[in-house]
């Protein structure tokens, strides 16, 4: 078999001759069809100005390329077709072809690294290389019939892998698009430490949103719902973007939008960047995840998907529901959960219930919708789960631009079943005090919509996208279980129903202009992210187990709404958050080729209104027969009109709150070539930040609540690359970053969080936290897309925010927060990616085109809280008037790690892929070791949850399916079986926090290309 050895980039690598080449020729058939000509030729010139080529006119149906034409490429100016080459001539009646040759610098074969190619970065922005020759000798003229393949450029075709794929990153400071067609290492582009997942890393991984995607990447792990930590840094710590814009969270503790709600289907590349440069945001403590939706589609296309999906704990199981409303099943309620009337009056009035007439609240309780939203009800038999999806784009010649258009849709309902085992203790060295049984069923259904347009002018680019995201989320929960902090022996039967809607809207406008020598980036963003919580049901039956004689109902469970022996409660919950964001960067080439400086500016205003109402049924003297009813009879309409049921009001003097912070941020920064191998990128920003979060005071007791934090900072950075030979490079970085307290974490607000049945409280005391970075890491790009990495880094932080617990008597767990007085983190990663070809390994067609894909890293990180014997602390019951600091030593333990924090973070896939069709068979290992989720209560060993070690498989085949094209993707994750642990330790004891098997998912999908 023919191959041609390439020269690229600093590298060498093999392309099969029959096999799409590197860069194909464009080649039509214009004398039949003038309008798809022009559109190529169009289309041509378009990607020549991506790649910062030529258009050179090619006589005669096969190119000759003498090598003195390299030397005559010096200016980045684009020449059409031959004029004389006319449709309908005998030399060349069937094609033509045009052909990209990439510009050499100053006029010559480039004899320099390949980062002189990116040197007219915008600010830290990516920049993709062309596919320039690295060699200190002029190239030698490609034969006749070689042409073609080493300099000819074209679309790429859909392949396994998507190969030679557009990348596309948007981000602050920088172009719209960043296409890394020749070399696809992004990461040896950019002047940061960073990593990028385009869309074919993603579909390797097979899953459904973007943060499971995450959980591959070099040192990220991904907790919760979606939360990504960075390097053993909380989610306070990451910065989420989407194209280069923030995003508003719809999590009430969060002001960190959760990446599980952005399906993998509207996304066109993640990048994760993780030296800070001054173009970003400073809220940069472990890293950006900077999200890019997709753009301008190169050709016209349409999908459509559908897949089912079910789990081993779930799907046919045991599982809890409740009727809702008719359109549950949708997303969408019909109304049935929206605020009573005399309710919503007595919120908007702020109605003291203490002083309320027993007879309105009592009309307040019948207008509760109850049975729809209290009945729990039992299901043997949990559905399957499934989805189906739809996307398409075009575009259309605007003059000598392109408009594009792209458009998605997708819809999943979920289900999922969980057994957990959730425990507490006071004191480990006593039995447990507290331990409960609880089946917890969640229907998630999610609804997603993205519309984009971009249009290209020459150089000008601009892109509106707008994107529409609701996930919502119908609970049923049933547990039983003791606590000895209640009634010493006593049974207690749990049963909870909820509603949770999440809703995020964005609408952004990026554009991106070339005015001669200067660039040009301007944002805007509107966003808004809403989050609904209406008729979170409680219930509580007690069974005393105590001898007939004493208590005659002590074999059975019974509510007395009396908060001792039973309870009954209803909460509503609303958050809205309106985010505007708008910024500005320009850049010159101080000296081309070598100096390019930036300057921005970038404003950030955001707003959140939270309420939260929490409502007690009371009743007194009730007969034995009514507290024994099921929870729908116990509040109807009769029994609380007979037996004089009362509401009790247990939210607290400020049900609501505003929350805002405005930051006003200016940057400059210069890239520069300081010798052919060695550049740096430096700048400083200046960003000044308000923060103010303020009580409503709803019931008029005259005291407002306000808690503000006002702080200017200098944040420099800084990155030097060394291009130490061709194909290997080291980068040092050093920056100043800072890490601001979420909203509700600065109003002392209870809130209960259902996933880990806790309790939070917030503290008006905390203070913003200043971090020190420093990165170094080596890269050896071996090969295309090939590569190996090792990277250190370091991180001081002051005032660091810890999450601490408490226990009360009653065993009711409750979790704040407290800066601690400085911490440490420090670490290092590595990083391989190899594709090792199987044609050699045997003569059957099979292993001719197939290749076999290694990807691993691995993470190490160590991180230390330090505590002075005379440090103090500010926790949430401090009292400015009458008390002192707290000590910190009574609330953090010297040494200890930060929450959050694994030491080992292992990711590892071993693929199967076809190279001239879509055929992957990819099995997936993810592991991470134990970390804190909060500091013990009482100084008790911290609380931690293990990970551990997950495996996963997919496949993906490309098949027929009546002469169409479609993907059929199978799914089995978690294969080991592994559990989720969250417990403390001490010795042999163990306290159970969070204890449930997670089960083993199968899915199948197909998908089908128009």
Request: hydrophobic residues 35%.
């Amino acid at each position: 078999m023919t191959r041609i050895e390439t020269v690229m980039s600093g590298m060498l690598w093999e392309e099969k001759r029959e096999k799409r080449a590197l860069c194909p020729v464009e080649c039509f058939d214009e004398p039949q069809r003038p309008d798809i000509a022009a559109r190529r030729v169009r289309r041509i010139k378009t990607l020549a100005r991506s790649a910062d080529c030529q258009i050179l006119p090619v006589s005669g149906c096969t190119p000759s390329l003498p090598a003195p034409l390299f030397a005559s490429i010096s200016t980045p100016s684009l020449i059409g077709p031959d004029p004389n080459d006319q449709p309908g001539t005998e030399r060349c009646a069937k094609m033509r072809r045009s052909v990209l040759l990439c510009k050499s610098l100053g006029g010559y074969l480039m004899s320099k690294p390949l980062t002189l190619a990116s040197l007219l970065l915008l600010t830290s922005a990516l920049v993709a290389p062309a596919a320039i020759a690295q060699t200190d000798t002029p190239a030698p003229a490609a034969p006749a019939d070689q042409a073609n393949t080493v300099l000819a450029m074209a679309e790429p075709t859909d392949q396994a892998g998507e190969q030679g794929e557009q990348v596309d990153v948007s981000i602050p400071g920088g172009g719209i698009v960043v296409v890394g067609r020749y070399n696809k290492n992004i990461e040896r582009s950019a002047p940061q430490v960073v990593n990028v997942l385009s869309s074919a890393d993603i579909k390797r991984t097979g899953e459904g949103d973007i943060a499971g995607s995450l959980q591959r990447v070099t040192g990220l792990s991904v907790v919760g719902n979606g939360y990504v930590y960075v390097r053993g840094l909380g989610d306070r710590y990451s910065l989420a973007l989407l194209n280069g814009s923030p995003l508003p969270s719809p999590e009430p503790l969060k002001r960190v939008v959760p990446l599980d709600i952005f399906p993998t289907s509207v996304i066109a590349s993640t990048l994760v960047q993780k030296s800070f440069s001054a173009n970003f945001p400073g809220e940069f403590g472990g890293g950006v995840i900077n999200l890019t939706t997709k753009a301008i589609p190169t050709e016209s296309y349409l999908e459509i998907g559908g897949g089912v999906s079910g789990n081993t704990e779930t799907t046919g199981q045991l599982g809890y529901t409740y009727y809702g409303s008719r359109t549950d099943w949708t997303g969408f309620d019909d109304g049935s959960r929206d605020v009573p009337p005399l309710l919503a009056q007595a919120f908007k009035n702020g109605t003291d219930f203490s002083t309320t007439a027993t007879s309105d609240l009592q009309a307040i309780a019948m207008q509760f919708n109850n049975a729809r939203t209290s009945l729990l009800q039992k299901n043997d038999n949990i559905p399957v789960n499934w989805s189906a999806s739809i996307n398409g784009g075009t575009s259309v010649d605007v003059g000598d631009g392109r408009l594009g258009i792209i458009a998605t849709a997708s819809f999943a309902n979920k289900w999922r079943t969980r057994d957990a085992l959730q425990q507490a203790s006071i004191d480990l060295t006593q039995p447990t005090g507290k331990s409960f049984q609880r089946v917890t069923t969640d229907n998630q259904v999610t609804v997603n919509g993205l519309l984009g347009f971009g249009l290209e002018l020459g150089e000008q680019k601009i892109r509106w996208t707008n994107l529409y995201i609701r996930d919502t989320l119908k609970r049923g929960a049933l547990a039983l279980g003791q606590n000895d902090g209640n009634l010493l022996g006593a049974d207690y039967l749990q049963q909870s129903t909820a509603w949770y809607e999440r809703q995020l809207i964005d609408t952004q406008f990026v554009g991106e202009f070339k005015l001669g020598g200067v660039s040009l980036d301007l944002r805007g963003t509107y966003a808004n992210s809403q989050r609904e919580a209406p008729y979170e049901r409680e219930f509580e039956y007690i069974r005393t187990n105590r001898d007939l004689t004493i208590d005659p109902v002590g074999d059975r469970f019974i509510n007395a709404l009396n908060r001792q022996r039973g309870d009954a409660s209803v909460t509503f919950s609303d958050l809205n958050e309106d985010l505007w964001f708008g910024s500005a960067d320009l850049s010159y080439a101080l000296i081309p080729d070598v100096v390019t400086a930036t300057v921005g500016y970038a404003y950030t205003d955001t707003a959140r209104t939270s309420s939260r109402h929490e409502l007690h049924f009371n009743g007194t003297n009730l007969p034995i027969s009514v507290q024994q009813e099921r929870p729908d009879y116990l509040l109807s309409d009769a029994t609380i009109q007979l037996f004089n049921i009362t509401l009790l009001d247990f939210t607290g003097n400020y049900p609501t709150f505003d929350a805002t912070l405005r930051v006003h941020a200016g940057y400059g920064q210069v890239q520069a070539q300081v010798t052919p191998e060695v550049s740096i990128n430096a700048g400083v920003r200046y960003e000044s930040g308000k923060q103010t979060v303020t009580g409503i005071d709803v019931y008029n007791t005259g005291v407002i609540p306000v808690t503000g934090i006002d702080n200017n900072y200098w944040l420099p950075a800084a990155t030097i690359t060394w291009q130490a030979a061709s194909d290997m490079q080291v980068r040092l970085s050093g920056s100043k970053t800072i890490a601001r307290p979420q909203f509700r974490e600065l109003i002392a607000q209870p809130y209960t969080d259902t996933e880990s049945n806790r309790d939070y409280r917030g503290n008006p005391y905390l203070i913003d936290s200043e971090l020190w970075n420093a990165d170094v890491r080596f890269e050896w790009y071996i090969d295309r897309d090939q590569r190996l990495s090792a990277a250190a880094f370091y991180k001081k932080i002051d005032k660091p925010i810890e999450t601490y617990t408490t226990i009360n008597d009653k065993f009711d767990v409750n979790t704040s927060f407290a800066n601690a007085p400085e911490a440490t983190l420090y670490g290092f990663e590595l990083e391989a990616q190899k594709y090792i070809g199987l044609s050699n390994w045997s003569d059957a067609p099979f292993f001719a085109s197939r290749r076999l894909v290694l990807i691993g890293n691995y993470t190490y990180t160590q991180s230390e809280i330090k505590v002075g014997a005379g440090d103090t602390t500010l926790p949430y019951t401090y009292n400015p008037a009458t008390g002192s600091p707290s000590l910190a030593s009574d609330y953090f333990l010297n040494g200890e790690p930060m929450t959050g924090q694994s030491d080992h973070l292992v990711n590892f896939q071993i693929g199967l892929e076809d190279t001239d069709s879509l055929s992957q068979q990819t099995l997936l290992l993810t592991y991470a070791s134990e970390r804190v989720t909060s500091r013990g209560p009482n100084l008790e060993p911290d609380i931690k949850e293990q990970p551990g070690l997950s495996l996963d498989f997919v496949a993906r085949q490309g098949i027929k399916l009546g002469g169409v094209n479609a993907e059929l993707k199978l799914e089995a994750r978690n294969i080991t079986g592994r559990k989720y642990k969250e417990f403390q330790e001490l010795g042999s004891a163990k306290v159970y926090y969070n204890l449930y098997d997670i089960g083993r998912s199968f899915a199948a999908s197909v998908n089908v290309k128009f």
